[in-house]
């Protein structure tokens, strides 16, 4: 074929639509074993911006990934047809509630979630229930984004925390992928509903932005998904609410760039842990809580560039919300949340 045919073929093919069925799924790379990233809900034509080896790259939902035009198959299938031959994977015990004592672990569906739990009180687990399907309303209308559920991801809620610990000494954030704990607290239902919300709002997070997400930014989307989820948009509680008291030691921030670069070690239960998940939420809420509907838009802006696959480093930090580190980090020194208020509930994100 003669160079200017072949340029010509090119053309058609990147113009030329694809009709994806319902039930096709779009991946981070043009792999069946590669992350899935979203779920085609309907019958939906789309115009391919690439191709390569049978696979087209297009953009659904916001979402842009690769797609293999035709029936769908399921995904063990897809990934089982280009995956190496292995030997069979040993029974994961996380799957059936095996880790709870005496097998005393029951399954429900929460919203989008599976919650295993060896609560006896129904009444919590209806309020649990509610609770979680609630809040991911409210955060999805707070925040204008939304995000498709996706197979595997579970909460372990224990009757005691010491079996929560058992399973995993992490004090707050994933255990595994798309696998969180939490325990009940003795005497307080409100309490550990609230910590169900925290936990579950990690798992959003990683729907939303995949397990490459920075521990930072995970911490502040959970504590984002719980105030809303708990009080409603405009009526979150302030983390500092003495607005008059004079800082002390203990409430100056860490270094933005130890916020931002830290890893795993942010979920810890140590003093480190606690300190890093205190600034971490601190400079979160900075941004979506600080009554700056300006402020809080450019740093949608910047998560919602995670949807396309960027790197949400600090660089970008400062490129998508107009402000340098070294403002953030000086505005952090004496931030303060403004109050709830009906009037902060009609606006989105503040007044």
């Known amino acids: 074929m003669s160079p200017l045919r072949l340029l010509a073929a090119s053309f058609l093919l990147a113009a030329a639509s694809v009709l994806l069925p319902e039930g096709a799924r779009l991946h981070l790379e043009p792999d ?36 293999k035009p035709g029936p769908p198959a399921p995904l063990p299938e897809r990934r089982s047809a280009t995956a190496p031959t292995a030997t069979p994977a040993p029974r994961n015990p996380l799957l059936d509630g095996a880790v709870f004592p005496n097998g ?67 004090a707050c954030g994933r255990i595994r992928n798309g696998v969180v704990t939490a325990s009940a607290i003795p005497g307080d239902p409100d309490a550990t509903v609230r910590r169900v919300l925290h936990q579950t709002g990690h798992l959003y ?15 502040g989307i959970a504590d984002s998904f719980t105030a809303i989820g708990e009080k409603g948009p405009g009526q979150q509680e302030p983390l500092f609410r003495d607005r008059g008291r004079q800082q002390t030691p203990g409430d100056e921030p860490l270094p933005i760039a130890t916020i931002l670069g830290a890893g795993r070690e942010l979920f810890a239960a140590d003093a480190r842990g606690v300190a890093l998940r205190r600034d971490a939420t601190r400079l979160a809420r900075y941004f979506w809580n600080a009554g700056r509907p300006g402020r809080f838009g450019r ?8 949807f396309d ?3 949400l480093h600090g660089e970008l930090l400062e490129r998508k919300t107009g402000l340098s580190l070294s403002r953030i980090q000086a505005d952090l020194r004496t931030f303060r949340e403004p109050l709830p208020s009906a009037f902060r509930a009609m606006t989105v994100g503040g007044i």
């Open 104 to 170: 005393r672990g029951r399954s429900f569906l929460v919203d989008r979630w599976q919650l295993w739990s060896d609560l006896e009180d129904e009444t919590l687990i209806v309020r649990i229930r509610e609770a979680v399907e609630l809040a991911s309303g409210r955060f999805e209308s707070w925040w204008k984004v939304s995000s498709r559920a996706y197979s595997g991801q579970l909460v372990f809620l224990f009757t005691r925390s010491e079996d929560a610990q058992a399973l995993d000494p992490l």
């Open 205 to 219: 997070a990683i729907q939303l932005l995949g397990n490459s997400i920075p521990p930072w930014l995970e911490e």
């Open 32 to 67: 069946a074993a590669s992350r899935s990233i979203a779920v085609v809900e309907a019958p939906v034509e789309l115009v391919p911006e690439a191709t390569r080896n049978g696979w087209v790259l297009v953009r659904y939902g916001g979402r842009r990934g690769w797609v």
């Open 299 to 306: 740093f949608r802006s910047f998560i919602t560039a995670g």
């Open 309 to 311: 696959g960027a790197v």
